[in-house]
Antibody, heavy 123, light 107 residues
Framework: QVQLVQSGAEVKKPGASVKVSCKASGYTFTGYYMHWVRQAPGQGLEWMGI????????TYAQKFQGRVTMTRDTSTSTAYMELSSLRSEDTAVYYC????????????????WGQGTLVTVSS | AIQLTQSPSSLSASVGDRVTITCRAS??????LAWYQQKPGKAPKLLIY???SLENGVPSRFSGSGSGTDFTLTISSLQPEDFGTYYCQQFNSYPLTFGGGTKVEIK
């Protein structure tokens, strides 16, 4: 069965960076685009961007341009999301989720989700 | 960016009630819409994809409809386990966007 297992909770100081991992299993990692979505405490869902695990190409939401980097390691079927210059407003649960359809270029519903990684930014 | 407005923002209904949640888009598109259910402390769960297709394993009391700018999620007979927050999401264009959510409580 498909599983997306994310790394554990992080506590960071303002100005630092955080890198969250998402290890995929149970399907062809390179065939399904991977999205990153975050949710601040008590708030709704916010799409951050997407990576094509096959070619490594990325598209980021404008809000995060310049601060977010999404990468992948096909040898371990793992996707990564790094967010830099952290501020208190970045405190949130970060989720990875994959596309519904094979090679749908990210224009898809999000079928399988990781369990979420809580990132707390505090001095 | 396409904005999605959900209504109502919250509702309280009894077991067996028919519940309807609406998602209105700032610009029209065909069927590039999904619905999710999220329970406290859990990741969202896909219920409906492509506006009206029921995800595997999701009870048939859930259904989706609509196209253009108006989409609807219907729960035909509300069950105790259906509490949570429901979100719509469009994937017609980047950036993908979500509605603000509808919190469903059981009376």
């Amino acid at each position: 069965q498909v599983q997306l297992v994310q790394s554990g909770a992080e506590v960071k100081k303002p100005g630092a960076s955080v890198k969250v991992s998402c290890k995929a299993s149970g399907y062809t990692f390179t065939g399904y685009y991977m999205h990153w979505v975050r949710q601040a405490p008590g708030q709704g869902l916010e799409w951050m961007g997407i990576i094509n695990p096959g070619g490594g190409t990325t598209t980021y939401a404008q809000k995060f341009q310049g601060r977010v980097t999404m990468t992948r390691d096909t040898s371990t079927s793992t996707a990564y999301m790094e967010l830099s210059s952290l501020r208190s407003e970045d405190t949130a649960v970060y989720y990875c989720a994959n596309d519904y359809y094979y090679d749908s270029s990210g224009y898809s519903s999000l079928r399988h989700w990781g369990q979420g990684t809580l990132v707390t930014v505090s001095s | 960016a396409i904005q999605l407005t959900q209504s109502p923002s919250s509702l309280s209904a009894s077991v067996g009630d028919r519940v309807t949640i609406t998602c209105r888009a700032s610009q029209g598109f065909s069927n590039a819409l999904a619905w999710y259910q999220q329970k406290p402390g859990k990741a969202p769960k896909l219920l409906i994809y492509d506006a009206s297709s029921l995800e595997n394993g999701v009870p048939s009391r859930f259904s989706g409809s609509g196209s253009g700018t108006d989409f609807t999620l219907t729960i035909s007979s509300l069950q105790p386990e259906d509490f949570g927050t429901y979100y719509c999401q469009q994937f017609n264009s980047y950036p993908l966007t979500f509605g603000g959510g509808t919190k469903v409580e059981i009376k």
